[in-house]
């Protein structure tokens, strides 16, 4: 979910002829591109930081053009955010970071029979992933 929000910023970032972007900057526009609707304000009440805030995701986009994986200047400022966290970081997938799904399907509009069919899934993580990622791909194919 947070990678296709990624992508599609990227993508109104850097081509013009897609929209462009509906926001000043691209961390904004991520956030966005996760909002099951096109209100930036709902979005960054929804997804923004909070006084209340207590679990974050740190996303650092960098052009491979620029700097490779290994590059000292991009380990450095890596290191700079690493010592600006106060708590605990955590490097694990974002697979798994759906901690509300109540609150998940309420957000997206995942009906209670639509919920149930992907309860009963194989895979019930992958298919509320899914049903979430076609939500994102048919608004952004819709948009103004």
Do not use: W
Not at 17 to 23: A, E, H, Q, R, V
Not at 88 to 96: A, C, F, P, V
Not at 112 to 136: A, F, G, V, Y
């Amino acid at each position: 979910m947070i990678e296709a929000a990624i992508t599609q910023a990227l993508i109104h970032y850097n081509d013009e002829s897609s929209g462009g972007m509906y926001t000043r900057g691209l961390a904004t526009e991520i956030l966005y591109c996760l909002s099951p609707n096109r209100s930036i304000t709902h979005a960054l009440d929804t997804f923004g930081i909070k006084a209340s805030t207590k679990e974050l995701i740190v996303g650092i986009i960098y052009s491979t053009d620029v700097y490779q994986p290994n590059d000292a200047v991009l380990q450095s400022y890596l290191s700079q955010i690493v010592n600006t966290i106060q708590g605990t970081i955590n490097t694990g997938s974002l697979t798994q970071l759906v901690k509300n799904t109540d609150k998940v399907c309420q957000e997206y509009g995942i009906t209670n029979l639509e919920r149930s069919l992907i309860n009963k899934s194989d895979d019930p993580h992958r298919s509320l992933l899914e049903s979430i990622l076609s939500r994102m791909a048919s608004r952004d194919l819709f948009r103004s």
